[in-house]
């Protein structure tokens, strides 16, 4: 699976969560920001970890291979934290994934989606559970130019997947994960319960 990368959004200020969310505990002693590293480290992809000045001190959770930027105007939003990250593309890429830390997920998931693309050749390719759109969006080489047209005054991704939705391959997965978005302390330790839950029990994937 070589020629995928994945950009991780780490540089928001975590307002509503009251900490930073890149250093929360998530699952077999990893924070969110080191879970979802090697978890994409496990997929074939090379991770592209966009921190701001607040929180650069969690370089130490990404291993040697993650390239680590800081985005210096951070509080522009996420939009400003992808477009740094585009800079930093490796060559010859097949695919690039964006993420959010606050939206950890298996490995497998991603496979899934790397797997979709080397089937259907998708311009964009999202993963779905029980018709319910989730994340994260992987976009294929010749799509990478609708990233250039991102603006946060007009919801940066979102509007994309809008205007360009029949142009999206959905992945139907059986799995609620896809949909985590861990924004409030409630969604965290609900969401972080549940997933404790699951491997404990080894339910799902």
């Given at each position: ?141 010749s799509a990478l130019s609708l990233l250039d047209t991102l603006n946060e005054e007009t919801l940066g991704l979102r509007q994309i997947v809008k205007m360009w939705h029949t142009a999206i391959?959905?992945?139907e997965l059986n799995t609620p994960e896809i949909l985590i978005d861990l924004n409030t302390p409630e969604h965290y330790r609900n969401s972080r319960s549940r997933e404790v839950h699951r ?7």
């Amino acid at each position: 699976m070589v020629g995928y990368s994945a950009i991780v959004l780490a540089a928001g200020a975590s307002t509503r969560m009251g900490t930073c969310k890149a250093g929360l505990p998530w699952l077999n002693g990893k924070t969110l920001l080191s879970y979802q590293v090697e978890q994409l480290q496990m997929a074939g992809m090379t991770p592209i970890v966009v921190l701001g000045t607040h929180n650069c001190d969690r370089q130490r959770d990404c291993p040697p291979e993650t390239q680590i930027l800081i985005n210096p105007c951070s509080a522009n939003g996420k939009v400003s934290s992808i477009q740094i990250g585009l800079q930093h593309l490796p060559p010859s890429l097949s695919g690039l994934l964006i993420s959010a830390v606050d939206q950890p997920r298996p490995n497998w998931i991603y496979r899934s989606l790397i797997q979709a693309h080397l089937t259907s050749n998708a311009l964009m390719i999202a993963p779905t559970h029980q018709g319910k759109l989730g994340h994260p969006l992987l976009f294929s080489a010749s799509a990478l130019s609708l990233l250039d047209t991102l603006n946060e005054e007009t919801l940066g991704l979102r509007q994309i997947v809008k205007m360009w939705h029949t142009a999206i391959q959905q992945v139907e997965l059986n799995t609620p994960e896809i949909l985590i978005d861990l924004n409030t302390p409630e969604h965290y330790r609900n969401s972080r319960s549940r997933e404790v839950h699951r491997i404990k029990t080894g339910c799902g994937v």
